[in-house]
C-alpha cells in the first residue's frame, strides 16, 4: 500500500496577490516524485493562481477553503463546487475549526458540502479535531467519531475522501502536538473509518496532521506509518519556508520511518 503524500499550505485569510505571484514565482522543489503540493488561498485569488500554476516547473495543485452547501441560485456572497472546478480547484477543506468555531457552520452544511464537491469530482478534505478541553478530559476519540458519523452516516458518497487531524488547541499556537501521540490519533481514525469504508479503502484514505506544523518539524510526522502528509497554515505563507519544509518531508526515505509494535 503506498498513499502519496500530501502537504496542503492553508493561507486562511492572508496574503495578497502580489504575495501570490511571488511565492509561486519562488516555489520549488526538485524531487516531487512521492509528494503532492497543494495551496489553498482565498477566493479571489484563484484565478492569479490558476493563471500562474500554468507556468510553473514544479506543480502546485489548486485548493480553496470553502464551498457552498448549495449547487447554485440566489445565495448571496456563497461559492458553489462548479465554480471552484472553473479554476480548477483539486482540493477544498470541509470542517476547519476556524469556520466551525466562528462561522458556525453546521453538520448538515458540511453534509452538503461533502456531497456538492464530490458531485464535481473535487476532494474534500475534512478537517476534525478536539478541543484542549476535550483533549483534557480524554475526549478525543468520542470527539472524532462524532465529527465522523454526522457527516458520513449512513453511508459516505463514493468520492475521495481526504482527512485532516487539527487539535484546536495546536492550531496558531507554537504547540504541536507531538509525533508519536499524533500517529496514535491518526491509527484511530484510520479504525473509525472502517465504520463507513472497507478495509482496503481504509488503506487508501490520507489522513493529514495539521497545527504548528513548520519547516523544523514537519519531516518528524511523516516517519508515522499512519501519517501521510501535514496541514501548515502559517508555516506556508513564506516561500522559502515552505520549500524547506517540503524537502525535508521528500527526504525521509523508509529507514527513517518509525516501526510500531
Ligand atoms: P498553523 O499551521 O498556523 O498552526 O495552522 C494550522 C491550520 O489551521 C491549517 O489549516
Known amino acids: 500500500m503506498t498513499r502519496t503524500q500530501l502537504v496542503m499550505a492553508n493561507w486562511k485569510q492572508q496574503g495578497s496577490e502580489p504575495a501570490l505571484k511571488h511565492w509561486l514565482s519562488e516555489v520549488s522543489v526538485p524531487d516531487l516524485a ?9 477566493l479571489p485569488y484563484l484565478a492569479a493562481l490558476r493563471q500562474q500554476r500554468a507556468t510553473l516547473q514544479s506543480p502546485v495543485l489548486a485548493g480553496a477553503q470553502l464551498v457552498s452547501a448549495w449547487s ?12 471552484l472546478r472553473e479554476f480548477g480547484v ?3 477543506l470541509v470542517g476547519h475549526s476556524e469556520r466551525r468555531q466562528w462561522l458556525q ?15 464535481q469530482g473535487i476532494t474534500p478534505v475534512l ?23 454526522e457527516v458520513l452516516d449512513p453511508q459516505p458518497a463514493p468520492g475521495p475522501l481526504v482527512l485532516a487531524y487539527e487539535p484546536v488547541f495546536a492550531i496558531g499556537s507554537g504547540q504541536p502536538l507531538s509525533a508519536p501521540d ?17 478495509a482496503a479503502d481504509c488503506q487508501q484514505i490520507r489522513i493529514l496532521y495539521g ?8 519531516a518528524e510526522y511523516l516517519r508515522y506509518p499512519d501519517i501521510d502528509g ?9 516561500a522559502d519556508s515552505f520549500n524547506t519544509l517540503c524537502r525535508a518531508i521528500a527526504a525521509v526515505n523508509t529507514s527513517q520511518c518509525v516501526a510500531l509494535p
Not at 34 to 42: D, E, G, H, I
Not at 78 to 83: C, F, H, I, L, N
Not at 182 to 198: D, K
Open 34 to 42: 512521492k509528494l503532492s503540493r497543494v495551496l489553498c488561498v482565498p
Open 72 to 83: 447554485g441560485g440566489a445565495y448571496t456572497g456563497e461559492v458553489s463546487a462548479a465554480m
Open 90 to 92: 483539486a482540493y477544498t
Open 105 to 119: 457552520e453546521t453538520a448538515d452544511s458540511r453534509r452538503a458540502q461533502l456531497a456538492a464537491l464530490w458531485q
Open 127 to 149: 478537517c476534525v479535531g478536539e478541543t484542549a478541553a476535550q483533549h483534557q478530559q480524554g475526549q478525543t476519540f468520542a470527539v472524532l467519531w462524532q465529527q465522523l458519523a
Open 182 to 198: 499524533a500517529q496514535q490519533v491518526h491509527q484511530q481514525l484510520r479504525q473509525l473509518l472502517q465504520h463507513w469504508y472497507s
Open 211 to 218: 497545527g504548528s506544523v513548520n519547516s523544523n518539524n514537519a
Open 230 to 238: 501535514v496541514l501548515v497554515g502559517s508555516g506556508s505563507l513564506k
